[in-house]
């Protein structure tokens, strides 16, 4: 089963076909969407090696996230095998509730789970957006000083969470 439990009752779990008319409800605030975007268009441009999962409180998606499995193979600054964490959000209704804070933590357990064989997950936030950089930093991804500067929103920072380390 691809569902481990956490603090605050927080589980990932991996998106079926099934589940994108939910997905498509979760949603952030207008000034987010710069740097996320949308379900609607995250879905519609997905990839085999997207692997979409729900962040789900009791039962209920509260959020979501995208672990590309090919990262490396678009983007320079990942080492080969890295995975990308992409299009995390917590929706805008549950926002405020320590819940991207409690997904934060629980990631690394997930990842080290179902991504054992990856050494890294590297994902890029824009300079802008200080409370996703802090959020990240605190859930123990490294910023090395690199900058990515190919976004459509400006300068953003490269942060690396090591897998086996």
């Not at 957006?129 to 859930?139: F, G, P, Q, V």
Request: hydrophobic fraction near 40%.
């Amino acid at each position: 089963m691809n569902v481990l439990p956490y603090a605050m009752m927080i589980t990932l779990r991996r998106l079926t076909p099934a589940d994108w008319d939910d997905a498509r409800t979760l949603s952030v605030a207008q000034a987010q969407r710069e740097f996320v975007g949308t379900l609607d268009d995250i879905l519609d441009a997905a990839q085999p090696t997207d692997h979409f999962h729900f962040i789900e409180r009791d039962n209920e998606p509260v959020g979501f996230c995208n672990i590309d499995t090919a990262y490396s193979q678009y983007y320079e600054f990942a080492e080969p095998g890295e995975l990308g964490l992409r299009s995390f959000l917590i929706d805008q209704r549950f926002q405020g509730q320590g819940l991207g804070k409690a997904t934060s933590a629980a990631l690394l357990p997930y990842l080290k789970r179902h991504y054992h064989q990856h050494p890294a997950i590297v994902l890029t936030v824009n300079q802008r957006n200080l409370a996703a950089y802090h959020l990240y930093r605190l859930a123990g991804f490294e910023d090395d000083g690199e900058l990515y500067l190919g976004g459509a929103a400006g300068p953003q920072h490269v942060l690396r969470l090591r897998l086996n380390a």
